[in-house]
C-alpha cells in the first residue's frame, strides 16, 4: 500500500526533516518536504498529498495553524503531528482540529511506521464507508452506479422515489454520464422487477426498421419479412422498455409511439389485431428535446408525455469527488478481465484523472482506464500511463496547421478528416462526436457509411 502514498514531511529542523525523508522513503514512501507551516499549505495547494506528518512548533506557522488550513482545503487529507511538548490540552485541541493522531518527540519508528499504516488504512476504509452508507440510504439496489457526491446521491433518492411508481421518467445527461445505468436502476428496484427490462437504441435503427422494432410484423408485411415478429412492446409487456437517444426518433414515428402511450394497445406492421400491453416506459436523450419541440423536429404532445419525471445525470466534471471511487472500480473490472496483476494508481496519476475535464464523462473515464490497464507493464499505473490526457487528441482541422491539405483539396476529404478526428477526441463516442460537428447521430452514421469508416 505505501508505495503509491505520498507523505509530507514538514519540520524546521533541517536535520529532523533530512532522517524523515531517508526513513519514510526507505518504507516505500514518496517523500515531499516543507521547512514551515507556511510551505506545507503552499504544497498542498499545488499538488497531490496522501498524508501530512507535521511538527506542531514552527517559528513561522505552526502545526496547528498549518492544520486548520490544510483541513479547509482537503478535508480529507489525514495529518499527524508530531511535538517534544506534549501535554494533555494540546493533544485535544488538534484532535478537536483534525489531526489524525499526534507523536511525541523522539519519535519511536515502530509506532510511527504503524500510526501511517493506520491513518491511511482509515481513510480509504472511510471513504468506502461513506459511499455505501450513501447508497444504502436512498434505499437503491444498483452496483453499477458508482458515486457519493451531493449531486449523485440526490439522483439516487430521486431514483428510489420514482422507481415504485407508473410514472414515465425521462433520463436526461451528457453522452457518458450513465442514462442506461439510472434506467435499470428505477427498473429493478421497482414493483416490475420480476419483468423484462427491454432496450432500444433509437439512433442505432434505420427510420424504416425502427417501427419493426418496435411494434413487430407479421409475415410478408415487407420484402425480407419471412415470419411473425414480436415488437419490443411486446417483449418487454409486464415489465420496462429503454428507449435510448428517443431524440433521434423520426416524426412520422413519433406520432406512432404517442398513440401507444396513449392507448395502451398496437398494431403489428401489414397486421390488423389490436394487441395490448402493458409496459412502463423510460427514454433517455443527451439532446435539448424542449428546443426540439420549438424547432419543430420534436413533437410537443410526445414531449409532455415523455416528460413526466425528469431525471438529470451529472457530468464528470461536475462530479471531480467521485472520480478516486470511479477510477479504482474501472481498475479492479479491467485488471480481472484483462488478467492483468495491476492494482493501484500513483498519486499523480490519480491527481492528472481528478483534473482532467473529460468532455466524454464516464464512458471516457472507463475506456481510458482499460487502456492503461491493457498496456500497463507494472501493477501501479503512474502519470505515464495517462500521458494522452496531458498531450490531448488531435483536434479537428490539426491537418491545416502545417499546410497539411493543399489549396484545393476535395471537400469531402476535409469532412471524412473532420469526423475522423471528432472520433478520436471522443475516445470513440459517436453521440458526443455528433453534438461537436453539430449533426445529429443519425446523419454521423450515414456520413460514416459515405466513408467507409467503421461504424
Known amino acids: ?255 406512432k409511439l404517442l398513440r401507444v402511450l396513449q392507448e395502451r394497445e398496437l398494431t403489428r406492421v401489414g397486421g390488423e389485431q389490436v394487441i395490448p400491453v402493458d409496459v412502463r416506459l423510460i427514454v433517455a436523450t443527451n439532446q435539448d428535446l424542449a428546443r426540439m419541440v420549438n424547432s419543430g423536429t420534436f413533437r410537443e404532445d410526445l414531449y409532455y408525455r415523455l416528460n413526466v419525471v425528469e431525471l438529470k445525470t451529472p457530468p464528470l466534471r461536475e462530479r471531480r469527488e467521485d472520480i478516486p471511487l470511479l477510477a479504482s472500480h474501472f481498475l479492479l473490472r479491467f485488471a480481472e478481465k484483462n488478467r492483468k496483476a495491476v492494482d493501484r494508481f500513483s498519486p499523480r496519476a490519480m491527481d492528472l484523472l481528478i483534473r482532467h475535464p473529460w468532455p466524454g464523462n464516464v464512458r471516457e473515464l472507463m475506456n481510458t482506464i482499460e487502456r492503461a490497464v491493457v498496456l500497463a507493464r507494472s501493477s501501479c499505473l503512474d502519470e505515464d500511463a495517462f500521458a494522452a490526457l496531458v498531450q490531448g487528441p488531435p483536434a479537428v482541422g490539426a491537418a491545416f496547421s502545417d499546410g497539411g491539405f493543399p489549396a484545393d483539396v476535395p471537400l469531402e476529404h476535409i469532412e471524412r478528416e473532420a469526423i475522423v478526428n471528432t472520433l478520436a477526441s471522443a475516445n470513440g463516442n459517436k453521440s458526443e462526436a455528433a453534438r461537436r460537428l453539430g449533426i445529429t447521430r443519425k446523419t454521423l452514421r450515414e456520413k460514416l457509411k459515405k466513408y467507409n469508416l467503421p461504424l
Open 1 to 255: 500500500m505505501v508505495e503509491k502514498c505520498r507523505v509530507l514531511v514538514v519540520d524546521d529542523d533541517f536535520a529532523h526533516r533530512t532522517m524523515l525523508r531517508t526513513l519514510l522513503g526507505d518504507w516505500g514512501y514518496a517523500i515531499v518536504d516543507a521547512d514551515d507551516g507556511e510551505a506545507a499549505i503552499a504544497v498542498v495547494r499545488a499538488q497531490p498529498v496522501d498524508l501530512v506528518l507535521m511538527d506542531i512548533r514552527m517559528v513561522r506557522v505552526s502545526g496547528i495553524e498549518a492544520l486548520e488550513q490544510i483541513k479547509a482545503i482537503n478535508p480529507a487529507i489525514p495529518i499527524v503531528l508530531m511535538t517534544a511538548y506534549a501535554s494533555v490540552e494540546m493533544a485535544v485541541d488538534a484532535l478537536k482540529k483534525g489531526a489524525y493522531d499526534y507523536l511525541i518527540k523522539p519519535l519511536d519508528f515502530d509506532k510511527l511506521r504503524l500510526t501511517l499504516e493506520r491513518a491511511l488504512e482509515h481513510i480509504r476504509l472511510k471513504a468506502e464507508n461513506r459511499q455505501l452508507k450513501k447508497l444504502l440510504a436512498t434505499g437503491i439496489q444498483s452496483p453499477d452506479i458508482i458515486g457519493s457526491c451531493p449531486a449523485m446521491v440526490r439522483l439516487m433518492e430521486t431514483v428510489a422515489q420514482v422507481a415504485v411508481s407508473e410514472a414515465t421518467v425521462m433520463v436526461t445527461g451528457e453522452s457518458g454520464t450513465g442514462k442506461e445505468l439510472v434506467a435499470a436502476a428505477i427498473h429493478h428496484n421497482s414493483p416490475r422487477k420480476a419483468g423484462p427490462f427491454v432496450k432500444v437504441n433509437c439512433a442505432a435503427i434505420t427510420e424504416t426498421l425502427l417501427e419493426s422494432e418496435l411494434f413487430g410484423h407479421e409475415k410478408g408485411a415487407f420484402t425480407g419479412a419471412d415470419r411473425r415478429k414480436e415488437g419490443r412492446f411486446v417483449q418487454a409487456d409486464g415489465g420496462s422498455l429503454f428507449l435510448d437517444e428517443v431524440g433521434e426518433m423520426p416524426v412520422s414515428m413519433q406520432v
